[in-house]
């Protein structure tokens, strides 16, 4: 039954990429040898655990087929497609899934798309899909991001999807070495990096994030349960 409630929503989106002209704009392998000017970067841990290597393939996998994309101006990021559908190339490692630890297939991944999230908002790319996770497990001495800067992904229910919103080319490159994961936005032209403000309300069963731009502008909120 799970399965084909899978390929149903597969299918829905499939449809709804078609009708929205998505479908013909994500981003593809790059075969331009193209040249970067500009290298944006920031870095995190990969936090020690019980899946730990498991998790590191799962990264390491994943990043070679990001690295190998390029986003040519008004083209669509999609994690997933990209990715490829976590069954396949993927170990078993510890995933957050509806609000509850586990271990999955293509656990760990999340790190991945919530550190290219964390990038793209800071040099103002176009959000298009966002999930935060459900809840927060964290505490501050464990935490690996800021709170609010994360995004979830869950094959076929719930992607990261972004769109390149300038007049030029950029891509991500990204690396790991030991326990330390490194994104770089590599860009045909200078990007201004966002200063980000973050604002969090608390209650005793949810922790409300506002990530505000130097503007005042903001950038999203994220809803979490307190675990």
């Not at 994309?69 to 559908?85: A, D, E, T």
Request: glycine content about 6%; proline content about 2%; hydrophobic content about 40%.
């Amino acid at each position: 039954m799970k399965k084909i409630k899978l390929k149903i929503r597969i299918l829905i989106r499939l449809f709804k990429d078609l009708i929205s002209g998505n479908y013909f704009r994500f981003s593809k392998k790059d075969k331009s040898n193209s040249v970067f000017n500009f290298i944006y970067t920031i870095s995190q841990e990969v936090k020690p655990s019980e899946t730990f290597e498991n998790k590191l393939y799962n990264i390491q996998t994943a990043s070679i087929k990001i690295n190998d994309c390029i986003l040519f101006p008004g083209q669509v990021f999609s994690f997933w497609k990209i990715v490829g559908n976590p069954n396949g190339d993927f170990k078993f490692s510890r995933s957050i899934i509806d609000g509850k630890l586990s271990e999955e297939k293509g656990g760990g991944l999340c790190q991945v798309s919530g550190i290219i999230y964390h990038l793209s908002i800071l040099f103002g790319l176009d959000i298009i899909e966002r999930f935060n996770h459900s809840i927060d497990i964290y505490t501050d001495d464990s935490r690996f991001t800021p709170l609010g800067t994360d995004a979830t992904v869950v094959y076929g229910y719930k992607d990261l999807r972004l769109r390149n919103n300038f007049a030029f080319s950029i891509k991500f490159k990204i690396e790991i070495e030991d326990s330390i994961l490194t994104i770089k936005l590599l860009s045909k032209q200078a990007l201004i990096q966002k200063k980000l403000k973050f604002e969090i309300n608390e209650t005793d069963k949810l922790k409300v994030v506002s990530v505000v731009d130097e503007n005042l502008r903001k950038v999203n909120e994220s809803i979490y349960k307190i675990g």
